[in-house]
């Protein structure tokens, strides 16, 4: 049974699923990594074992001078740069397989092999999940998109939103800027419970 707010599509149903979940994942992800990177201290490590290592067994076949197949490992720190990703990938595949440093040259043990292999584990986690600019960074909708998505969405008149803090203007004067348009847990919360209002309105049991 449809409510009186001119019916639901399905489609418009899945939409607005699928735009909130897509949202909040991509947010999540982010917060994940910054708690990730709070837990692991992958910095210090990389002092303490990751750099060691990368010069006992790796830099020297693969440095500025001796680039071996016209690879430099001299050049990867703990900041985990993009460009380098691949390349972190590639060394943690070698030495899981063993085939890093190679025969015949001075082995690591099994267990800094291990180690080694756990830090770029972490360290590509949380480089992937870091907000990346080029993609554009997370920020939330003005009150007013909000407001508008769930009427054109939910073809819902009622205004659900009255509940939430009015937007921040910015020096120049705009409240969609994306310096204002951050996005606490709580308002996030509130984003959410307003969501599941709106559903309400506009769906009821038959």
């Known amino acids: 049974m449809i409510s009186k707010n001119r019916g639901l599509r399905p489609p418009a149903v899945c939409t607005f699923a699928l735009l909130l979940f897509i ?9 994940l990594a910054q708690a990730a990177a709070t837990r692991t201290p992958l ?45 972190w990938e590639a060394v943690r595949h070698r030495i899981s397989e063993g085939t890093m440093p190679p025969k015949g040259q001075p082995q690591p043990t099994s267990a800094e092999s291990e180690r080694m292999v756990d830090w770029i584990t972490q360290a590509l986690d949380v480089a992937r999940s870091r907000p990346s600019p080029k993609n554009g960074l997370v920020r939330r909708l003005t ?8 009427r054109e969405l939910l073809l819902l008149e009622d ?18 800027n994306k310096e204002t ?21 506009s769906i009821v049991d038959p």
């Open 23 to 31: 949202g909040i994942a991509s947010i999540g992800r982010s917060w």
């Open 43 to 87: 910095e210090p490590l990389f002092d303490l074992h990751v750099k060691p290592f990368l010069k006992q067994n790796c830099v020297r076949c693969h440095n500025v001078n001796t680039a071996m197949s016209g690879i430099r490992l001299d050049q990867l720190d703990a900041a985990l740069e993009d460009r380098h990703l691949k390349l």
């Open 143 to 150: 009150v007013a998109q909000y407001r508008n998505t769930l």
């Open 159 to 176: 205004d659900v939103t009255e509940a939430l803090p009015p937007d921040a203007i910015s020096k120049d004067g705009f409240v969609n």
């Open 181 to 201: 348009l951050q996005l606490s847990p709580l308002l996030l919360e509130s984003y959410i419970e307003i969501a599941e209002e709106a559903l309400n309105r």
